[in-house]
C-alpha cells in the first residue's frame, strides 16, 4: 500500500493540473490516520477536502465497525445525523480541514460500516479455521 506522503503527493500533482481525483481504488484501502494525514497537508482547501473527506469517512466507520460490530447499529444512525448537523449548521467548524456536508460523505460511511462488518466476519472465520 501506498504511504500517506506518497499518495498527498500525487493529489498534489495532480491538483496543480487542476485535477483532483486520485484513484478510488488507493483512496478506499487506507486507513483513517493516513488520510487524516494527507488532509492536514492541504488547509483552506475546500476542493482538496471535499475529494478527501469521504474516504476518510468510510475509514473511520471501518475501522470503529471491524473492531467493535455493535457500531454499526450506531453508525445506521450516526451517519445521517451527522450530516444532517453539518447540513444545518448545528456543527459548525473554523478548522481549516473541515468539509461541508455531502452525500458522498454518508454513502462512504455506510460502505465503510459494511466493510467493517465483512473485515469482522471474514475475521471471526479465519479464528475459527485457526483454531480447529
Known amino acids: 500500500m501506498a504511504t500517506a506522503d506518497k499518495i498527498a503527493g500525487k493529489v498534489a500533482r495532480k491538483k496543480k493540473k487542476n485535477k483532483v481525483n486520485i484513484s478510488d481504488s488507493i483512496l478506499s484501502k487506507m486507513s483513517d490516520s493516513q488520510l487524516e494525514d494527507i488532509r492536514h497537508q492541504f488547509p483552506n482547501d475546500p476542493a482538496m477536502q471535499s475529494v478527501l473527506a469521504p474516504y476518510e469517512h468510510r475509514a473511520y466507520a471501518r475501522e470503529r465497525v471491524a473492531n467493535n460490530p455493535a457500531m454499526a447499529a450506531f453508525f445506521t444512525l450516526a451517519i445521517p445525523a451527522y450530516s444532517a448537523a453539518k447540513a444545518s449548521g448545528l456543527i459548525k467548524s473554523d478548522s481549516p480541514y ?24 471474514t475475521d471471526q472465520e ?7
Open 98 to 121: 473541515a468539509s461541508p456536508a455531502s452525500l458522498a460523505e454518508m454513502a462512504h460511511g455506510y460502505r465503510g460500516m459494511w466493510e467493517g462488518l465483512s473485515q469482522f466476519l
Open 126 to 132: 479465519k479464528a475459527m479455521k485457526k483454531g480447529r
